[in-house]
């Protein structure tokens, strides 16, 4: 079982309502590249972003507007912003995360929550995930990386969708620890239960 693996560097979604407070009444974001998840794209747009003691310039705006504006950072630049507790989440899951502001060109935001560090997951539509045998909500593994710098990534989270293609997201602090680059392929591993109770990773049967 193997998937392609693209690197994540920090960027927002927004919802409309930020997005028209950021740039503007009526506005609408400008595609710039359409990513592999079908009908996501990077913006032109970008946006700065300050924490406590810090601020992160240019961050690409994804598209589409979504019904919550979301941050996703890596865990070098809560250190830089003075994030004193990171949250690693999926996405969407934003109740009880770091509260931000953004900056545009029109105007500021300020948001009580909504600043992740985004937990590794693989995109999955139906049909692949029935061939592997693995569950939306499940975890696994997955290896990848250069062969002097190998890892195997723990706590992967399978995410099901019809409108899914197959696709490892991780971030680049995790992506360049192991050499990994866009469009490189990782193994995706099963913990199954070992002999007295004790859990190994393996294979999974295709």
């Keep these: 079982m ?11 979604h927004l919802s409309q309502e930020d997005l028209e407070q950021l740039f503007g009444k009526g506005y609408e974001l400008k595609k710039l590249a359409d990513l592999r998840q079908p009908g996501q794209f990077a913006a032109e747009e970008t946006v700065d972003i300050q924490g406590p003691k810090g601020e992160l310039k240019n961050l690409r705006v994804l598209g589409p ?3 919550q504006t979301q941050c996703e ?12 507790k990171s949250h690693i989440r999926l996405s969407g899951d934003l109740q009880g995360t770091s509260p ?8 500021k935001v300020e948001k009580k929550e909504g600043l992740i560090v985004a937990k590794r997951h693989i995109h999955l539509d139906e049909k692949t995930a029935k061939k592997w045998q693995v569950e939306h909500g499940q975890e696994v593994s997955i290896r990848a990386g250069l062969d002097e710098r190998n890892v195997v990534f723990e706590d992967v989270i399978i995410r099901v969708s019809q409108k899914f293609v197959p ?3 991780i971030d680049f602090e995790e992506g360049n620890a192991a ?3 866009n469009g490189d392929m990782g193994e995706v591993l099963l913990k199954k239960a070992g002999k007295r ?3 190994e ?6």
């Design 2 to 12: 193997k998937v392609v693996i693209n690197l994540s560097n920090h960027h927002i």
């Design 65 to 67: 507007v979504r019904s």
């Design 73 to 84: 950072i890596m865990l070098g630049d809560t250190w830089h912003l003075g994030i004193k």
């Design 100 to 107: 931000f502001t953004i900056i545009g060109p029109q105007g």
């Design 167 to 169: 696709e490892c997201h």
């Design 179 to 181: 050499g990994i680059k």
């Design 197 to 199: 109770g004790v859990c």
């Design 201 to 206: 990773i393996c294979f999974a049967e295709m």
